[in-house]
Structures are given as C-alpha cells and as structure tokens.
C-alpha cells in the first residue's frame, strides 16, 4: 500500500508540473472592466462577500486578490448548476456574460485583508501537508497547484492565502463527500478523499495565515 500511494503520490506532482507549464495563455476574463463590475458587486454580492471581496462572514469566501478567471469561471458554473448553492444560485441567474467578467475583474483588483491561524498547532500540522503532502497515502502536496504563498497558479488552481477557514473546510467536505463536483478530472474530490477531519481543520488555520 505504501508503494501505491507513493505512486499516486507522483502522478499528482506531475499533473501539477504539467499544469503550470501551461499558465502562458491569456485569462478568460481579460476583457472584463472592474469599474462596471463594482455596482454589481455592490448590489448584489456585498452583503455577503463584502464591497471589496473581504467577507464579513466566515462561512462566505473573500474573494479580493482572487484570480479573475477562477471567479468567471466559478461564476459560470453556478449559473449552468455545475456547482450547486442555494444562495448563489438565484443571485447568478440575472446576470450576463459581461457582468460575469466585469465582477471577476473588479474583485481581483481588490486588497485581500490581513489575516492570521488561531491555532498555532493546527497550523503547523497544516504547514507540513500543505508543503509535503503524505507519500503513505497519496497525497500530493498543495503547493503544487497553490503556490507555496498560497497564490495559486492563473486559470489554473484558486489563490487560497488568507481564506476563511471555516469556508475551506466547508469545501473540502463538499469535495470529499461528492456534493461538489466542478472540479476538473474529479482533481480536488481525489485529494479530499484522502484527507481527514483533522487534516482539514490543520490545512485551514495554515491557509488563513498565507500571505
């Protein structure tokens, strides 16, 4: 068993490579215009998401800093039921291929707010996954796909530094249990399924602390 997750263990690594390798084509939302985006975001996504993509509710992700062709792209499958939210989906119906790309500009121009663990051994358990992964079970480490600094890798894999905890854990059991599934070659529920509670809780102290 060891042997086999070891091997699974580097297959991730090597998607990742590979997907890397391929961050030289323009974003899908280049032609968004952030200064039409913000009104929208205003009337529609601050309340709980913030006017500057900072969420003021821990359960909500921030989006400020997000790459704006993850947030398209997000977006888009809310609105085809791709990825399925009660709240999202009826503030997605209305809005346009346009404004889809103007709000996905708009909050990626944002400052994502300073944000630190509150649980120091939670995060130190977190910093080992998130930068070592565990070869006895196949888990590859997320920096490969997140950046060590949690930047992530443009239309690729989402900037993660600085997200609410609360909200990633949520996404990792949404991935692990199947109830999220917008995920290309099922990536993100493979790995989901490979970690426990306590290894979700320990990865989302160290991800909120990332800069």
């Given at each position: 068993?060891?042997?086999?997750?070891?091997?699974?263990?580097?297959?991730?690594?090597?998607?990742?490579?590979?997907?890397?390798?391929?961050?030289?084509?323009?974003?899908?939302?280049?032609?968004?215009?952030?200064?039409?985006?913000?009104?929208?975001?205003?009337?529609?996504?601050?309340?709980?998401?913030?006017?500057?993509?900072?969420?003021?509710?821990?359960?909500?992700?921030?989006?400020?800093?997000?790459?704006?062709?993850?947030?398209?792209?997000?977006?888009?499958?809310?609105?085809?039921?791709?990825?399925?939210?009660?709240?999202?989906?009826?503030?997605?119906?209305?809005?346009?291929?346009?404004?889809?790309?103007?709000?996905?500009?708009?909050?990626?121009?944002?400052?994502?707010?300073?944000?630190?663990?509150?649980?120091?051994?939670?995060?130190?358990?977190?910093?080992?996954?998130?930068?070592?992964?565990?070869?006895?079970?196949?888990?590859?480490?997320?920096?490969?796909?997140?950046?060590?600094?949690?930047?992530?890798?443009?239309?690729?894999?989402?900037?993660?530094?600085?997200?609410h905890g609360d909200?990633?854990?949520?996404?990792?059991?949404?991935?692990?249990?199947?109830?999220?599934?917008?995920?290309?070659?099922?990536?993100?529920?493979t790995i989901a399924?490979?970690?426990?509670?306590?290894?979700?809780?320990?990865?989302?102290?160290?991800?909120?602390?990332?800069?």
């Amino acid at each position: 068993m060891k042997d086999l997750g070891a091997s699974v263990f580097l297959v991730f690594l090597t998607a990742a490579s590979l997907a890397q390798a391929q961050t030289g084509a323009p974003p899908a939302t280049a032609r968004g215009d952030a200064a039409k985006g913000r009104p929208i975001a205003e009337s529609v996504c601050a309340a709980c998401h913030g006017v500057d993509g900072n969420s003021p509710i821990p359960v909500n992700p921030n989006l400020a800093g997000q790459h704006p062709s993850y947030i398209y792209k997000e977006l888009v499958d809310f609105k085809a039921g791709r990825r399925k939210n009660a709240a999202m989906t009826p503030m997605v119906a209305s809005l346009s291929e346009a404004d889809m790309h103007n709000l996905a500009a708009y909050f990626a121009a944002q400052k994502p707010a300073s944000a630190a663990a509150t649980d120091r051994a939670l995060a130190t358990a977190g910093q080992r996954i998130y930068r070592g992964g565990n070869s006895d079970t196949g888990l590859p480490a997320c920096s490969g796909c997140h950046s060590p600094d949690g930047a992530g890798i443009p239309a690729q894999y989402p900037r993660l530094a600085g997200q609410h905890g609360d909200y990633t854990v949520a996404q990792l059991q949404a991935f692990r249990s199947g109830d999220r599934s917008n995920d290309a070659n099922a990536m993100m529920r493979t790995i989901a399924g490979r970690l426990s509670d306590k290894d979700m809780a320990a990865l989302a102290q160290y991800i909120t602390g990332l800069r």
